[in-house]
T-cell receptor, first 113, second 112 residues
Framework: AQSVAQPEDQVNVAEGNPLTVKCTYSVSGNPYLFWYVQYPNRGLQFLLKYITGDNLVKGSYGFEAEFNKSQTSFHLKKPSALVSDSALYFCAVREGGYSTLTFGKGTMLLVSP | DVKVTQSSRYLVKRTGEKVFLECVQDMDHENMFWYRQDPGLGLRLIYFSYDVKMKEKGDIPEGYSVSREKKERFSLILESASTNQTSMYLC???????????FGPGTRLTVT
């Protein structure tokens, strides 16, 4: 069975500082990994994905994520946070051969001015 | 760009009513999904569909059913709404050859 954990309910960071939102996963085969963002009262927007290849993946709005197979992690990062990055972030995993995604519980990112 | 639309942004229904939530996608995707989102629980899969008239149960199908008569439309049905079905409902679609899912704006359903 596939599963994903986001260990932090909330992450607080000051504008201009780097941010990290953590995600770890568990699958029995090769993982496909995703990050989504949700703004208040909106649906989820796709940020980036890891399927294969380079462990550092770049996505929308200046976000990137690093796939670490030995630590089974896929942390979301941004070098310099913006107040407008404040939102709810979801990590998701899909095992190769399956169609369904399993989502983490979400991490609220709050960027203060 | 993929567009996924949902029939209502906000919906208020009474206990025992039959509720229909509609989802339409415009990218000819075979795969469609219904989730519910609750604080602290993340997204949980209710049902999904591989193609027209095909459906599969997700993690929490109890109290729900679905209908997929046309490729672009996937409906979620609450046969007899209950207060514990008050939630945000999200629809998504995906191409079988693609990887990411594309989400609609969500329907916030309140059952009183």
């Amino acid at each position: 069975a596939q599963s994903v954990a986001q260990p932090e309910d909330q992450v607080n960071v000051a504008e201009g500082n780097p941010l990290t939102v953590k995600c770890t996963y568990s699958v029995s085969g090769n993982p496909y990994l995703f990050w989504y963002v949700q703004y208040p009262n909106r649906g989820l927007q796709f940020l980036l994905k890891y399927i294969t290849g380079d462990n550092l993946v770049k996505g929308s709005y200046g976000f990137e994520a690093e796939f670490n197979k030995s630590q089974t992690s896929f942390h979301l990062k941004k070098p310099s946070a913006l107040v407008s990055d404040s939102a709810l972030y979801f990590c998701a995993v899909r095992e190769g051969g399956y169609s369904t995604l399993t989502f983490g519980k979400g991490t609220m990112l709050l960027v203060s001015p | 760009d993929v567009k996924v639309t949902q029939s209502s942004r906000y919906l208020v229904k009474r206990t025992g009513e039959k509720v229909f939530l509609e989802c339409v996608q415009d990218m000819d995707h075979e795969n469609m999904f219904w989730y519910r989102q609750d604080p602290g629980l993340g997204l949980r899969l209710i049902y999904f569909s591989y193609d027209v008239k095909m459906k599969e149960k997700g993690d929490i199908p109890e109290g729900y059913s679905v209908s997929r008569e046309k490729k672009e439309r996937f409906s979620l049905i609450l046969e007899s709404a209950s207060t514990n079905q008050t939630s945000m409902y999200l629809c998504a679609s995906r191409s079988p050859r693609g990887y990411e899912q594309y989400f609609g704006p969500g329907t916030r359903l309140t059952v009183t």
